[in-house]
């Protein structure tokens, strides 16, 4: 895949890497082929495709599953690749959303909200989450769905009531 991806062959290396996905799915370099794969997702503007891949990453390195029972004995790798899920979920959910505010465009601001609840769902407790879950609300009431944002701007001022960045005086 990489060979396709230093051409500019995008979709051919996607291919390859879901290839190489399917024939050992159960690799130490399978954290970073997916890291490859929405590298090219988000190049090729498919952000629908960087969503479902990042629910495959959350299936995978965040939940018992065959990948973590494979490499469960290299607790460092198991610690890297819910990492790379947590930190490929906040950049393209920010990314998305920067993207869909400047343009207007509602499918990426979809897609952050749907990165940003699969974010927060894996990991509640991060610091990033306040920010993520205010993103999140910002984005429910661009869309005018006021319950969803309400329930999400109420728990963002439960998580720093003492002085959030969100909160006003």
């Known amino acids: 895949g990489g060979i396709y991806a230093e051409q500019g062959r995008r979709e051919e290396a996607i291919k390859s890497y879901e290839r190489l996905l399917r024939e050992a799915p159960q690799r130490p370099s399978t954290p970073t082929v997916y ?16 969503v479902s891949t990042l629910s495959d990453m959350n299936a995978l390195f965040m939940q ?12 460092s790798l198991l610690t890297e690749a819910q990492e790379k899920t947590e930190s490929n979920m ?69 998580q720093k009531p003492d002085g959030g960045k969100f909160l006003k005086d």
């Open 64 to 75: 018992d599953s065959v990948w973590t029972k494979a490499n469960a004995a290299d607790k």
């Open 90 to 158: 906040h950049r393209y959910g920010a990314l998305f959303h920067n993207r869909g505010q400047k343009t207007s465009n509602d499918a990426l601001l979809k897609a952050a909200a749907k990165i940003y609840a699969m974010y927060l769902a894996s990991f509640p407790d991060k610091e990033a989450s306040y920010e993520v879950r205010y993103y999140l609300a910002e984005i429910f009431f661009q869309f005018q769905q006021w319950e969803p944002a309400a329930d999400e701007y109420l728990k963002v001022s439960r």
């Open 35 to 50: 890291s490859q794969i929405l590298v090219l997702r988000e190049k090729t503007n498919q952000p629908n495709e960087v």
